[in-house]
């Protein structure tokens, strides 16, 4: 199975909205913060080992390569910042998520739309 997935667009990822939708579906994985990267990581390079692309939503192709994931994670080994998302289900962002974080926004919504289960916010 193979085929394109594109992630939302920049503006859309980088909003309270979609941030909290998608720390509900992290939450709902039910994954600890160290094997939440493992999950995404199994369905990132599944996708791509079965010839899979994914496009961010300026209709630029992801390289996905063996550093995609830790870079996207900000390099930190533990994962705090899987739970500083996950605290995001259980209360109101005041801010706006850093630019920086873009990849890592894209990557996890790639990976909900690639086992059908896309991350929605209600407009």
């Known amino acids: 199975m193979s085929g394109v997935i594109r992630t939302e667009a920049r503006e859309m990822l980088l909003s309270?909205?979609?941030?909290?939708?998608?720390?509900?579906?992290v939450v709902d994985l039910g994954l600890s913060r160290r094997k939440t990267p493992d999950w995404l990581a199994s369905v990132i390079f599944g996708w791509a080992e079965r010839g899979g692309t994914i496009i961010d939503g300026a209709?630029?192709?992801?390289?996905?390569?063996?550093?995609?994931?830790?870079?996207?994670?900000?390099?930190d080994g533990s994962f705090t910042c899987v739970s500083v998302?996950?605290?995001?289900?259980?209360?109101?962002?005041?801010?706006?998520?850093?630019?920086?974080?873009?990849?890592?926004?894209?990557?996890y919504d790639a990976?909900?739309?690639?086992i059908e289960k896309p991350v929605k916010i209600c407009t």
């Open 16 to 25: 309270i909205d979609y941030v909290e939708r998608l720390a509900l579906a």
């Open 59 to 75: 209709g630029r192709e992801i390289d996905i390569d063996d550093d995609l994931i830790d870079h996207a994670h900000g390099r």
């Open 85 to 107: 998302l996950k605290r995001s289900a259980f209360g109101t962002r005041r801010r706006k998520p850093r630019r920086t974080l873009l990849r890592r926004l894209e990557l």
């Open 111 to 114: 990976a909900f739309k690639i």
